[in-house]
């Protein structure tokens, strides 16, 4: 059974800070990585996407890996109240399907 | 270019009715997947399709649950006879390479 777990949450931080999103998975195959945010009653929406270990950066997003570690992580800078979402970690590996994990919910206060 | 559409937006049948999900990949995506999350739960594998072919439906719950895809266009779920245990919010997925998969907006089913 190929597992994905993340935190469900919630993460709580200030306007400006960072938010540090974490994930693991147990398939050690596993090619590609992705980070998805999904705001309530609405669809996923592809944010982030990882191929290779070490650190990819999109304006105010870093997306890290670590395959020795089977970890992933998504950093946000200068978080902004409209981060405030739930960020899902998603998985795939020789059969191409992504597996998801739970979902973090991130809450930024002003 | 249009997205991943989703029919209906939400759907509430009687327990032991039929219902059937559309959904409309973006042209051109050979790959379409369904999947769904109950309520607190992970969004969970249903199927896979690559055009019209069945790829990998290890993720169906049983066979009152049938999809197809037509001419590798778009796809239905069918739900049949529905259960309690069938509600939750079923998505589509599609994409073009074997990789990053642009979703739907769902399909939120609930069974009464």
């Known amino acids: 059974q190929k597992e994905v777990e993340q935190n469900s949450g919630p993460l709580s931080v200030p306007e400006g800070a960072i938010a540090s999103l974490n994930c693991t998975y147990s398939d050690r195959g596993s090619q590609s990585f992705f980070w998805y945010r999904q705001y309530s009653g609405k669809s996923p929406e592809l944010i982030m996407s990882i191929y290779s270990n070490g650190d990819k950066e999109d304006g105010r997003f870093t997306a890290q890996l670590n395959k020795a570690s089977q970890y992933v992580s998504l950093l946000i800078r200068d978080s902004q109240p409209s981060d405030s979402a739930t960020y899902l970690c998603?998985?795939?590996?020789?059969?191409?399907?992504?597996?998801f994990g739970r979902g973090t919910s991130l809450i930024v206060h002003p | 270019e249009a997205g991943v559409t989703q029919f209906p937006s939400h759907s509430v049948i009687e327990k032991g009715q039929t219902v059937t999900l559309r959904c409309d990949p973006i042209s051109g995506h050979d790959n379409l997947y369904w999947y769904r999350r109950v309520m607190g739960k992970e969004i969970k594998f249903l199927l896979h399709?690559?055009?019209?072919?069945?790829?990998?439906e290890s993720g169906m719950p049983n066979n009152r649950f049938l999809a197809e895809r037509t001419g590798g266009t778009y796809s239905t779920l069918k739900v049949q006879p529905a259960e309690l245990e069938d509600s939750g919010v079923y998505f589509c997925?599609?994409?073009?390479?074997?990789?990053?998969?642009?979703f739907g907006q769902g399909t939120r089913l609930t069974v009464v």
């Open positions: 399709f690559v055009k019209e072919s069945k790829q990998d």
């Open positions: 998603a998985v795939t590996g020789g059969s191409y399907i992504p597996t």
């Open positions: 997925a599609s994409s073009q390479s074997p990789a990053e998969a642009f």
